[in-house]
């Protein structure tokens, strides 16, 4: 079953608007949400993370935010760039358990 | 400093052939994950290794997939028959520690496409 879920496939925006990628997940026992950024024919490249004691963590144009009530998180980068361009994996994990649960991804475009 | 090496980058077989993938970890990284990454799909952990040990292989078919990681540095992944729906990118990861918090690098994975 699918713990970690993104509902958008793709997203488009203009160079120098942000961009907001969501996320929702089902297990409450996740402590530690991470971002990664995939381009193509290369592996994740890791993003930003946030645990699950925060409800915000920034790092240059990107910022993640964590709703714990409401099991959503999302990355919001800005201002948004074509380099930009690329798919976010949204991913979870326990402190108890190993693995990274990641989402389906969501495919970005930045226009120029 | 390297990352995650792995080859081959791309490999076609038919189905019921034996294939097998080789990782590097980054030096010095303890743990070692295999992913498989099926089209259109996040990334699913197929195995977690701890130095030489195994730690989590709950979602590996051990049917006809199979995984070492001998002196606790390369690992190989092998699969034994193909079915065609093993088609998905193989993807090795490593981080320095396990657990929620340690940062996972990838390799560029390997391609496979089953005929």
Redesign the interface.
């Known amino acids: 079953d699918q713990q970690v879920k993104q509902n958008s496939p793709s997203l488009s925006v203009q160079e120098g608007r942000i961009s907001i990628l969501n996320c929702d997940y089902t297990n409450s026992m996740f402590d530690y949400f991470l971002w990664y950024k995939k381009y193509p024919a290369e592996g994740p490249t890791f993003l930003i993370s946030i645990s699950s004691i925060k409800d915000k963590n920034e790092d240059g144009r990107f910022t993640v935010f964590l709703n714990k009530s409401a099991k959503h998180l999302s990355l919001h980068i800005v201002p948004s760039q074509p380099g930009d361009s690329a798919v976010y994996f949204c991913a979870a994990a326990s402190n108890s358990g190993y693995a990274l649960n990641f989402g389906k991804g969501t495919s970005l475009l930045v226009t120029p | 400093e390297a990352g ?1 090496a792995q080859s081959p980058r791309y490999k076609i077989i038919e189905k019921r052939q034996s294939v097998a993938f080789w990782c590097n970890p980054i030096s010095g990284h303890a ?1 070692l ?1 295999w992913y498989q990454q099926i089209l ?6 197929l195995i ?1 290794f701890q130095n030489n040990g195994v ?2 292989d709950s979602q590996l078919p051990k049917d006809r997939f199979s995984a070492e990681r001998l002196k606790g540095v390369d690992s190989t992944l092998k699969i034994q028959p193909a079915k065609l729906e093993d088609s998905a990118v193989y ?1 090795c ?1 490593s981080s320095v520690t ?4 340690g ?7 390997t391609r496979l496409t089953v005929l």
């Open positions: 995650v743990t994950y259109g799909q996040g990334p699913k952990l977690q730690v989590d993807l990861a396990s657990g929620g918090a940062e996972q690098f990838f390799g560029p994975g």
